[in-house]
């Protein structure tokens, strides 16, 4: 099936599935091409930085790496949804180069992205990992560890967490609106992605079920707790460093 310039089988879905095109006005937002780049002499205009403090301050944490984390399993969710819900919806997916992305880093959550232009690809488990993993993921890891330290395999637990959840929610949707097809199509690409070398080791997959395991820090948030997916049963006592490697 070809896609369609607004994208609109994902408007249903709605959350972190839905992408504005070219028809929404982005303005003059940065790309995450732009927010993935070396951090510039003025770190207050790079817009990663300028989330991640953002997201500190709202959730009132005083680590940065935490507030890292949560950033990037925000992007990591919003890139998976997108490109796994228009390979079960429409059989392809939207080119995501980075360059064709824009970001309201000073959004709220989901993250606020606007394609600038849509090109259709196939929609097979390569091209998923080549458009968010390669495209996205491995340069945004790169970038937060630069700032923030963040062990590597925190950051492919996130990865692959986001993964498992935006499947699990787009085979929710699926088997409530009837359409049984996508919800396995869903659940089969997204185990053949979790097979990827970059994701290997991050976690276990039964059925639609995924336990990590690594922690992404958010019990550290105030108020915060382990994840359903979390390699914890309960928030620990002692530094997460070492589980979260």
């Not at 390979?87 to 997916?93: F, Q, S």
């Not at 980075?98 to 606020?112: H, K, T, Y």
């Not at 062990?151 to 499947?167: F, V, W």
């Not at 990827?196 to 990590?212: E, I, Q, S, V």
């Amino acid at each position: 099936m070809d896609l369609d310039p607004d994208l609109a089988a994902l408007r249903p879905l709605a959350g972190f599935f839905v992408l504005r095109t070219e028809g929404a006005s982005a303005g003059s937002l940065p790309t995450l091409a732009q927010a993935y780049a070396p951090v510039a002499p003025d770190v207050s205009v790079n817009p990663l930085i300028f989330r991640v403090r953002k997201i500190a301050t709202a959730l009132r944490v005083p680590e940065s790496r935490v507030a890292a984390s949560i950033t990037h399993q925000g992007l990591a969710a919003r890139l998976w949804s997108i490109a796994l819900g228009c390979a079960a919806l429409y059989g392809g997916v939207p080119d995501l180069d980075a360059r064709l992305l824009r970001w309201d880093a000073d959004g709220s959550a989901p993250d606020d992205l606007w394609l600038t232009d849509v090109r259709p690809l196939p929609g097979d488990a390569a091209a998923l990992a080549d458009v968010v993993l390669h495209g996205h993921l491995v340069p945004l890891a790169a970038a937060l560890r630069a700032h923030h330290g963040l062990a590597p395999g925190l950051l492919r637990g996130n990865a692959a967490s986001a993964l498992a959840g935006a499947a699990r929610e787009l085979g929710r949707w699926a088997r409530r609106h009837g359409r049984p097809d996508a919800a396995a199509r869903a659940r089969s690409l997204a185990a053949e992605v979790l097979a990827h070398p970059l994701l290997t080791g991050a976690g276990t997959l039964d059925g639609t079920a995924f336990r990590r395991r690594s922690c992404c820090l958010y019990y550290r948030v105030p108020g915060g707790g382990v994840c359903g997916d979390c390699c914890f049963t309960r928030p620990p006592r002692s530094s997460p460093r070492a589980a979260s490697g």
